[in-house]
Every structure is written in C-alpha cells, then in structure tokens.
C-alpha cells in the first residue's frame, strides 16, 4: 500500500514526487515515458537556464532527485483506476508483462495532454528548437524570421493571427486543407498573412535532422516554401483525462479536469490533479508549481486522516476549508 499513486512522469508528476519523497511519504510513480516533455528539446522561459533546457533532461534530473528521496516508479500504462475504502486500486499495463495493480490511499493524476502532430519527416528532430506548438512560451523565437504555421483549419489560422504579435512574415500552410470559417479568414487577409490550402509531404532541415534547424517545407505538389522558424496547429489535441472519468471526477466539456483552486484536489477526496490535465494555461512552470501544491495537500490530507484513526482531536477545519470541493 502507497501513501500516494502519482500518475505521469512529466513536470508535474516529477515536482510532486520530489516534495512527497521529502515528506517521506511511500510513493510510487506510473510513468508511460511519452508527453510533451520529451519532445520539447529547449524550454526558453524557464528560470535559471538562460541557454535553454530540454523536457529529457528535466526527466532526468527529477527522476534522479526523487529517487534519492526513496520514490519508486513503475514503466506502463495505467488503464484503469477503481476506489475502494481503503483508496485506490490503479491497474498498469506494459508490453511485455502481465498487468500489475497497484494500492494507494491518495491519487495525483498527472497525465498531462498531447498535441495532434502529423508523421511528417523532419519535423520531430525541429520541436523545440526551430519548431514550436505554444506562442506565448515561443513566439519569441520568430522575431525578424520568415515564419511558417503547419496547420489545420480554424487552429491553424488561430495560430498565425497570435503570432502576428512577434513576427511579420508569416504564411499559413492549410495542410489537412479543412475549412477556415469567414471571420478568422477575414482577419488573416487583414492581417496581411497569406494561406497555401496544400499538403506537406516533409519538413526541410539544415544537415542531419537530429540538429533541429527548420529551413521550410516540401509540399505534395513538388514546391517549396522556404522559412527559419514554424509553429504547428493541428486542433484536436488529446487531454489524457481517461482515469479521472473512471473515477467519476469534474471535467470540463474539454476534458480538462477541475480542481479545488487552493488543494488541487478534484471533486472527489484523495484524488488531485497537476499540470496540463487542469484547467489553466499549459506551461512548464505552471505544471511544476502545481505539482508542489498538490504533494503538499496530499500530505496534510494524509494527516488529518492518521490523526483521526490514531484518536487525536481532528484538524482544524479552517485548514483544510474547499479541500475536494471546487
């Protein structure tokens, strides 16, 4: 039996797994090795690291630290999540093995969310470095550079108008060709932001791909847009809430789960949720903060229960006022 289940290796999964093992709390964290974190290749807007960093080596670096505090993790999937009275039956599936089931009493669903990327050659050896997916943490990157937008439809368009903020030159590439509705097609002519409704057939690098320098696109047609920088829009992006609706927590219509805005608890007590999966911008910085948040509520909900079992007059309620209710 663990004290606490952490759900996601990710930024949030890590930073809470980190402030638990130092509360010396019995933690586990399942951790499918996939997420935003391990595409991104050099986070810009991340205090202390002025250079950049990478989403692998923060992995790494919060894997490492957290198991220096006694924290354990488990590779898979985690497929299936029940409560019962004593908290929490998560079940976890690999490709190699049988389905492991694992106890806790409390529950951080850090899952994080997914962007919907094409298999377009090139383009996974550019995130991060000279191809993006979020403008307010890169749009930075685009100033005074030939810009282009590999999009769809409505997220794409979207995504060239916010630009317009850092970058002058920028062409929208309509690549699943979907339709833009007349008022945002009206503000990229105004705009001055030209559309090409065509598919991309691969992403253009300097050198080998691994060194990440976008030099622009080859469409299907057999043309070639050339530019230094590109952000990707594609829409339908996957919010990784399966757990939370087994479980029957709050979600939004986007899936996107709500949380108590003090605890992070969800609607339903002992289990939380950090990073992404939440309602909020979906920053780095933002994911970690919420993580610490969490673990610490996690904690104080762990003691007020031992002191109840142990007989000792109850928490305050002032303490824990809005824990499991947003």
Not at 64 to 85: H, I, L, P, S
Not at 128 to 136: A, E, H, R, S
Request: glycine fraction near 12%.
């Amino acid at each position: 039996m663990y004290d606490c289940i952490i759900v996601g290796g990710g930024i949030a999964g890590l930073q809470a797994s980190i402030q638990l093992g130092r509360y010396r709390r019995k933690t586990l964290v399942i951790d499918r090795g996939d997420g935003r974190s391990t595409l991104c290749r050099n986070y810009h807007n991340v205090l202390g690291y002025p250079e950049g960093v990478s989403g692998e080596t923060l992995r790494a670096l919060g894997r490492r630290q957290a198991q220096g505090y006694g924290v354990e993790f488990a590779e898979g999937d985690a497929t299936k999540a029940e409560k019962y009275e004593a908290g929490f039956l998560i079940t976890c599936e690999t490709e190699h093995s049988l389905p492991t089931t694992y106890e806790g009493k409390t529950l951080l669903i850090a899952t994080g969310v997914m962007d919907r990327l094409p298999d377009l050659p090139g383009l996974r050896g550019c995130l991060g470095l000279t191809v993006f997916i979020c403008p307010d943490c890169d749009g930075y990157e685009t100033r005074d550079k030939r810009t282009l937008v590999l999009g769809s439809g409505n997220a794409g368009a979207s995504m060239a108008l916010a630009l317009t903020y850092f970058c002058n030159e920028l062409l929208f590439v309509n690549h699943e060709r979907k339709p833009v509705d007349a008022s945002l097609a009206e503000k990229l002519r105004n705009a001055g932001i030209r559309t090409a409704d065509a598919a991309i057939e691969r992403v253009l690098t300097e050198g080998e791909e691994t060194l990440g320098r976008f030099r622009g696109v080859a469409l299907a047609s057999g043309e070639t847009l050339e530019a230094e920088r590109a952000f990707v829009a594609f829409g339908g992006n996957e919010v990784r809430t399966d757990l939370a609706k087994q479980l029957h927590v709050e979600r939004m219509e986007t899936k996107h789960i709500v949380t108590d805005p003090r605890t992070k608890m969800t609607s339903v007590p002992g289990v939380w949720a950090a990073g992404d999966v939440g309602v909020h911008s979906e920053q780095l910085v933002i994911a970690m903060g919420e993580g610490l948040q969490s673990a610490i509520w996690m904690h104080k909900w762990l003691l007020a229960r031992e002191k109840a079992s142990a007989g000792a007059p109850p928490t305050p309620a002032h303490s824990l006022v809005g824990a499991g209710k947003p």
